[in-house]
């Protein structure tokens, strides 16, 4: 962080927050859910691309997974800042609309720390306490020109964010080393712990389907970094064969070729594989669970049935 930028935080007026008493940090949810001896719940959606995607959203998806009592939402946000206003704009809904915890994403990746900053004091003004910090994923065609304006690694979005003082921030943390890290998982792992020791309070995960990855990561980080900020794995239910091998090589996660081979003979059968996808992420749960993981992210695609069903199944709420 330079002294420029300390400069304009200092500067720039800070408008007043209104949050609703509702609202909290995701950092003390944690600590609340910790000191109960239960897991925190969380689902992820993405800012729907169509009114009728709103509709579904906030009309189905909503409402059932309002019933499993979260603990907190978030959203996704467009790298670049191709969602920003919708971002903030569902946030605020569910919040408002629901009074419940909603934790907005940011990447920094092309965009100027004006553009963060005026980001930062929107969400604020409109009451969101939580930020997810992000890099994003770079355009194809990248060079150094693309962070000339603002920042080149997430841990430097949670340096700012932590300067403004009054979020709760989340990272991501990748138990498979994160894609482009080519100095070896302990390298990325070590970056991992520089974001939360710059003011990360929580990790949430890539997706992964091995829990001996999420666990030598968590036990690396714990045992030898000496992290203590909860590390809460991501889950995504297989809904769809062709979409998640889409995914994992997009991300890097490792499709196990036991579980391909299985997802193959399902062949075109979509209602099979959604089963079999919230049998498998059923036992996942279970096992994370019982390894100890502070609570459970869902990759939720704005679908309601899997993630309800895996939640119902685990017996985690009443
Ligand atoms: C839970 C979760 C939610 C996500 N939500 C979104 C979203 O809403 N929108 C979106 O666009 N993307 C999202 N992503 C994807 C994410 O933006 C990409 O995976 C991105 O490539 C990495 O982001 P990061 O914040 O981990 O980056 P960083 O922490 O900056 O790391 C990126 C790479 O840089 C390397 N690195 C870090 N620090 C240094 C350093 N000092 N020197 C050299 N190399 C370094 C790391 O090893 C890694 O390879 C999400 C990912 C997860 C796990």
Known sequence: MTSTTNA????????ASVATPA???IRDIYAERR??????LSFEFFPPKTPKGDVALFERTLPALQTLQPDFYSVTYGAGGSTRDKTLAI??????EHGATTMAH?????TSRLEIERYLFEARAKGIRNILALRGDPPLATGSEQFERGFEYSYQLVEFIKQMGDFSIGTAGFPESHIACTEGRHVDWQRLKAKIDRGADFVLTQLFFDNDDYFTFRDHLVDTLGVSVPITPGILP?????QIKRFTALCGATLPAALATKLERYGDDADAVADFGIELATHQCEALLAGGAPGLHFYSLNKPHAATQIVRNLALRD
């Open 8 to 15: 304009r935080l200092t500067q720039t007026p800070a408008p």
């Open 23 to 25: 609202i909290r940090l």
């Open 35 to 40: 000191a109960q001896g239960r897991p925190a």
């Open 91 to 96: 946030v605020d809904r569910i919040q408002r």
């Open 106 to 110: 940011l990447t920094c990746i092309s």
């Open 238 to 242: 297989i809904l769809n064969t062709g």
